[in-house]
């Protein structure tokens, strides 16, 4: 089964950046070109949401409320994806996840999580 491993949470204070890394050792190059990558993040009590997710061509998609603040982005030789996060708010506050979603969208592949924390 792949693992993803999602690194680079932390603590920020509002207006910071951090950037997220998602690897993905396990799957093989050949698979992990097909698939389609994705940040999602949940808050403590709250669903799990979607927060930008980019194919395996590098068409990206951004949720209404980080748009204009986060980059994702993917290198399919090195099967690293990256979440750079700028303007961070409070509200950004969660625990993000990458995942790695099949083509036709009935399974994903997730990681254990990165704790981020906008805060003063």
């Known amino acids: 089964q792949v693992q993803l491993v999602e690194s680079g949470g932390g603590l920020v204070q509002p207006g910071g950046s951090l950037r997220l890394t998602c690897t993905a050792p396990r799957m093989i190059f050949s698979v992990f070109t097909g698939y389609v990558m994705a940040w999602y993040r949940q808050a403590p009590g709250k669903e799990r949401l979607l927060v930008a997710d980019?194919?395996?061509?590098?068409?990206?998609n951004y949720a209404d409320s980080v748009k204009g603040r986060f980059t994702i982005s993917r290198n399919n030789s090195n099967k690293k994806t990256w979440l750079q996060m700028n303007s961070l708010k409070p509200e950004d506050t969660a625990v993000y996840y990458c995942a790695a979603v099949r083509p036709n969208g009935d399974f994903a592949h997730w990681g254990q999580g990165t704790q981020v924390t906008v805060s003063s």
């Open positions: 980019i194919t395996a061509g590098g068409t990206a």
